[in-house]
């Protein structure tokens, strides 16, 4: 037994944490290797704490996280009183989420930048995607139906309660932008026109554009997004568009599903928590995905973990230059180059030669308005792009809660 920082004695003789202390596999309990768990303590500067306390205190939000259960389950499993569990698991969440921006960040160079967009065009298999820096997409999350008037708010359309979390990933999986918070009955559109990311238009740079699904409009100003050919477009060289679109695109599910199956216990069930701290829980989890994939720490994304819901149409219509112009000039290019194989230096293994500059191959950046051809050579913003909307309670009518969203400040902004 062991006096951490908290008013109460903190039991080192638990199973959970005599595993821990044994050093056996800490995957099974907490979801996170030693590796990985290591790299987080570091980054929460643990030892502005003395002793075990504050790694135990760690360990209790893991392990929370890991198994989904309640505060009292947890109180039980650390033998600590429920209230200290929760003050606990309210302060390291916090603690997790304040590290976001040294963990979730747009490329920082020019050559960071290059290795993404050649890492899309891997994924697509071609050429034409040479400009491709990222994937959006938006994740439902589980919650308890909130109380009140607005409950209904929160109901998607596979009719369960949710907060959606909108986020763009790199060619690895690694999430790059995060925006969380707004209610499951909210269509994607509406999200996207609201967030940062594209109110300030600061990422990509010029001529780069981010891939999306058909629930997005395809845009070329403010924010350049390339969506698929709606289902109706029969043409051959629009359905090999859409097949390499897809390849590149479907990394932002597989980056959900790698988080959704660590967290499984997380995503898979509704949150036993108040809906205003959802979004907190939920951009600590992103920062732990993060955490993992660059400590080499990785889980299969399993069969059945996509929940996405792209709409039959866009609605709420953005006031934006459309990019279906630009879409067809990148399917033109799809059907004029060779398909790249697999074997091409932008991809996992390099056996050929490539051109030195990415921007020597053909390219459709002079499509995106003022953009100059060579969108490498534009020195990238420094700021990070991590945001959350906190719900708000219960009010009196559906539409206020979405306005009150709208007018909300975007927290964790740099």
Known sequence: ???????????????????????????????????????????????????????????????????????????????????????????????????????IYLPRSADDLAAVTRGFAGLARHRAFLKAAGAIDGCHVRIMPPSGPDGHCYINRKLFASIIMQAVCDHQGRFIDTYVGWPGSVHDARILRHSPLYRQNIYPPPGPFILADSGYPCLQHPLPLITPYRLQVRGVAAQRFN???????????????????RFRAIFFKALEIRHTFVPQVITACAVLHNICLGAGDTLAPEEDVQDGMP??????????????????????????????????????????????????????????????????????????????????????????????????PWEGRQ
């Open 243 to 261: 097949g390499h679109h897809a390849r590149a695109r479907s990394i932002i599910e597989r980056a959900f599903g790698m988080m959704k199956t």
């Open 311 to 408: 709409g039959d149409e866009v609605e709420d219509r953005l006031e934006a230059v459309s990019g279906a112009r630009w879409r067809d000039r990148l399917s033109a290019e799809v059907s004029a180059l060779e398909e790249v194989d697999h074997d091409h230096v932008y991809l996992h293994g390099s056996r050929r030669t490539s051109p030195a500059n990415p921007d020597d191959v053909e390219d459709s950046g002079d499509m995106h308005p003022k953009h100059p051809d060579h969108p490498h050579d534009v020195p990238l913003p420094a700021d990070t792009r991590v945001s959350i909307v906190v719900s708000h309670p219960a009010q009196q009518h559906c539409q206020r809660l979405l306005l009150s969203l709208e007018e909300a």
């Open 1 to 103: 037994m062991q006096t951490g920082p908290l008013n109460c004695r903190l039991h080192t003789g638990v199973p959970v944490l005599q595993r821990f202390f044994a050093g056996d596999d800490t995957r099974e309990d907490f979801r996170l290797s030693r590796e990985s768990l290591a790299v987080l303590l570091d980054l929460l500067h643990q030892d502005r704490r003395h002793g075990w306390g504050a790694t135990i205190e760690t360990l209790v939000l893991l392990f929370l996280l890991a198994s989904g259960t309640s505060y009292r389950v947890v109180s039980r499993v650390f033998v600590m009183p429920r209230s200290t569990v929760h003050r606990i698991v309210h302060r390291v969440t916090e603690e997790v989420v304040a590290i976001r921006h040294r963990v």
